[in-house]
T-cell receptor
Framework: SQQGEEDPQALSIQEGENATMNCSYK?????LQWYRQNSGRGLVHLIL?????REKHSGRLRVTLDTSKKSSSLLITASRAADTASYFC????????????FGQGTILTVHP | GAGVSQSPSNKVTEKGKDVELRCDPI?????LYWYRQSLGQGLEFLIY????????KSGLPSDRFSAERTGGSVSTLTIQRTQQEDSAVYLC???????????????FGEGSWLTVV
């Protein structure tokens, strides 16, 4: 079963608005990563947040992590049409430290 | 190379044929991963290599799927007797050491789109 689950499944906004995507996970983790995917091809790493961090920023991205609720959020501020993509959270998978387990993703559409 | 390279980019094959998908990871990356993504779905983990060994192959869906890695570099994913449900994008990724709890970033290739007709 998936470790991370994003919501909403799809989000449609206008340029300039903020976009918030949420991720929930089941087991204890020591880090959580967010990735972006354009057009169903390769994923690109956006940001990593460790379990001892509550919030992290990178440019227009803001990620929060609440380990007590086993949830994370990704906020994209002042969105642009170029932000249109699918966004995935990823967590260490099960008992193996070697892999990441990805959620189903949120499809973000930013209208010009 | 500069990034993770996968070939072929697209492959159409007849049901029952065998296919081989190749992945060339970033130079120096000891960890290599194969994921599968069906249309509109999330990523499904298939197998993880550390060097030439595969400590986690729990995601391979059946014994028709196999993967190997030689010289700690190039990996080949082989699907025997392909079925229509094997149609998907097969994504390869690599990282400097394992990711997971270590938190190393993984870098993805552009994928191989497999269509079984």
């Amino acid at each position: 079963s998936q470790q991370g689950e994003e919501d909403p499944q799809a989000l449609s906004i206008q340029e300039g608005e903020n976009a918030t995507m949420n991720c929930s996970y089941k087991t204890s983790i020591n880090n959580l990563q967010w990735y972006r995917q354009n057009s169903g091809r390769g994923l690109v790493h956006l940001i990593l947040i460790r379990s001892n961090e509550r919030e992290k920023h990178s440019g227009r991205l803001r990620v929060t992590l609440d380990t007590s609720k086993k949830s994370s959020s990704l906020l994209i501020t002042a969105s642009r049409a170029a932000d249109t993509a699918s966004y995935f959270c990823a967590t260490p998978g099960g008992t193996s430290y070697g892999k990441l387990t990805f959620g189903q993703g949120t499809i973000l559409t930013v209208h010009p | 190379g500069a990034g993770v390279s996968q070939s072929p980019s697209n492959k159409v094959t007849e049901k029952g044929k065998d296919v081989e998908l190749r992945c060339d990871p970033i130079s120096g990356h000891t960890a290599l991963y194969w994921y599968r993504q069906s249309l509109g779905q999330g990523l499904e983990f298939l197998i993880y290599f550390q060097g030439n060994s595969a400590p986690d192959k729990s995601g391979l869906p059946s014994d028709r799927f196999s993967a190997e890695r030689t010289g700690g570099s190039v990996s080949t994913l082989t699907i025997q007797r392909t079925q229509q449900e094997d149609s998907a994008v097969y994504l390869c990724a690599s990282s400097l050491g394992g990711t997971g709890y270590s938190g190393n970033t993984i870098y993805f290739g552009e994928g191989s789109w497999l269509t079984v007709v």
